[in-house]
């Protein structure tokens, strides 16, 4: 954007990789991460475990009460852990660099757009080598192969 910022906040399926909701705020505020959390579950149902980074968003009574409301255990990554968070430190690595630094946003509506076209695109369309050159979509949807019996 040519001026000021905007947060992005995705809930994703960690097996998969999939973008399973997101959503775009200019502010910090926890009311654009509980939206996203809040679509993922009417859309995809209820994890077992949620893991977040300990920003003032995540840690929000507002934010864990949706959880914990849900029966869902709350992980939170130790301060400077990248490592525990990593399938959504690569996925902010591909927003920025296959999308956002080759954007130049005029409005928070035209970031909303095209970040959203990116999304749907990573999911998708976009093989991911972890995935056996599967996209998200297919790694979420695919069913899983069945053991037979001997």
């Given at each position: 954007?040519?001026?000021?910022?905007?947060?992005?906040?995705?809930?994703?399926?960690?097996?998969s990789?999939?973008?399973?909701?997101?959503?775009?705020?200019?502010?910090?505020?926890?009311?654009?991460c509980?939206?996203?959390?809040?679509?993922?579950?009417?859309r995809?149902?209820?994890?077992?475990?949620?893991?977040t980074?300990?920003?003032?968003?995540?840690t929000?009574?507002?934010?864990?009460?949706?959880?914990?409301?849900?029966e869902?255990?709350?992980s939170?990554?130790?301060?400077?852990?990248?490592?525990?968070?990593?399938?959504?430190?690569?996925?902010?690595?591909?927003?920025?660099?296959?999308?956002?630094?080759?954007r130049?946003?005029?409005?928070v509506?035209e970031?909303?757009?095209s970040i959203?076209?990116?999304?749907?695109?990573?999911?998708?369309r976009?093989?991911?080598?972890?995935l056996?050159?599967?996209?998200?979509?297919?790694?979420?949807?695919?069913?899983?192969?069945?053991?037979?019996?001997?």
């Open positions: 954007m040519a001026r000021g910022f905007v947060y992005l906040a995705a809930v994703v399926d960690w097996f990789r999939r973008v399973l909701a997101w959503r775009l705020s200019i502010t910090l505020e926890a009311a654009f509980i939206e996203a959390v809040e679509e993922a579950l009417a995809y149902g209820r994890p077992e475990i949620f893991n980074d300990q920003g003032r968003q995540f929000s009574m507002a934010f864990t009460d949706v959880l914990l409301k849900n869902i255990a709350i939170m990554d130790g301060k400077g852990a990248w490592r525990d968070n990593v399938f959504v430190e690569r996925l902010w690595r591909s927003v920025k660099y296959e999308e956002v630094y080759l130049a946003y005029d409005s509506s970031a909303r757009a959203g076209r990116y999304l749907t695109f990573y999911n998708s976009r093989p991911h080598s972890s056996d050159r599967k996209t998200p979509d297919q790694a979420y949807f695919d069913p899983l192969p069945q053991l037979a019996a001997a």
